[in-house]
T-cell receptor, first 117, second 115 residues
Framework: DQQVKQNSPSLSVQEGRISILNCDYT??????FLWYKKYPAEGPTFLIS?????DKNEDGRFTVFLNKSAKHLSLHIVPSQPGDSAVYFC????????????????FGQGTRLTINP | NAGVTQTPKFQVLKTGQSMTLQCAQD?????MSWYRQDPGMGLRLIHY???????DQGEVPNGYNVSRSTTEDFPLRLLSAAPSQTSVYFC??????????????FGQGTRLTVV
């Protein structure tokens, strides 16, 4: 039972254009969402996050949008650059776990983003 | 500041062999965890620890043991390796505690093949 889903295994975008990566979740308990970026042979690195009390968070070229009613979030990258080519993972966590001192993360399957020159 | 260090980077085991994947962090983080990454599955939580002496099971704990004797180290033990444990393993650490959400820092991973 996949609680966090990234339904697009791959995405190809032209350099300079917008990249939009999507993520859906099923568990209403989730109230914090993160995006991680992963290059081959490296561990995931944190990119951006959003709390459920917000519907948008921006950090430079990266913006995450959260639609709680649809249980959907998206990551926008504008403009896309060749260095953005990587696998992007969406992850979710819950206050219930944090209150126990455990910041568990539930990950989606990942989307491989390729930026073409 | 090394962050999260995993050893080894690569390992090939025969079915039934045992081994320990090492994980160390130098950020004084309370919360540490182990994930495995399989194609099409994302990262799945194996075990986690909220502090020295305290561990608990994640989503896929079967076949793995952990212990946390110090804040810095969180080894993952495979007692009798099986081909289904062929995967890439990531250790992560987070500040944790009750102060609010913080980002997790991941090691570079251990690619394990069980033949």
């Amino acid at each position: 039972d996949q609680q966090v889903k990234q339904n697009s295994p791959s995405l190809s975008v032209q350099e300079g254009r917008i990249s939009i990566l999507n993520c859906d979740y099923t568990n209403s308990m989730f109230d914090y969402f993160l995006w991680y970026k992963k290059y081959p042979a490296e561990g995931p690195t944190f990119l951006i996050s959003i709390s459920s009390i917000k519907d948008k968070n921006e950090d430079g070229r990266f913006t995450v949008f959260l639609n709680k009613s649809a249980k959907h979030l998206s990551l926008h990258i504008v403009p896309s650059q060749p260095g953005d080519s990587a696998v992007y993972f969406c992850a979710a966590s819950a206050r219930f776990w944090l209150d126990q001192g455990a910041q568990k993360l539930v990950f989606g399957q990942g989307t491989r983003l390729t930026i073409n020159p | 500041n090394a962050g999260v260090t995993q050893t080894p980077k690569f390992q090939v085991l025969k079915t039934g062999q045992s081994m320990t994947l090492q994980c160390a962090q130098d950020m004084n983080h309370e919360y540490m965890s182990w994930y495995r990454q399989d194609p099409g599955m994302g990262l799945r939580l194996i075990h986690y620890s909220v502090g020295a002496g305290i561990t608990d099971q994640g989503e896929v704990p079967n076949g793995y043991n952990v212990s946390r004797s110090t804040t810095e180290d969180f080894p993952l033990r495979l007692l009798s390796a099986a081909p289904s444990q062929t995967s890439v393993y990531f250790c992560a650490s987070t500040q944790g505690g009750l102060g609010g959400y913080t980002e997790a820092f991941f090691g570079q991973g251990t690619r394990l093949t069980v033949v």
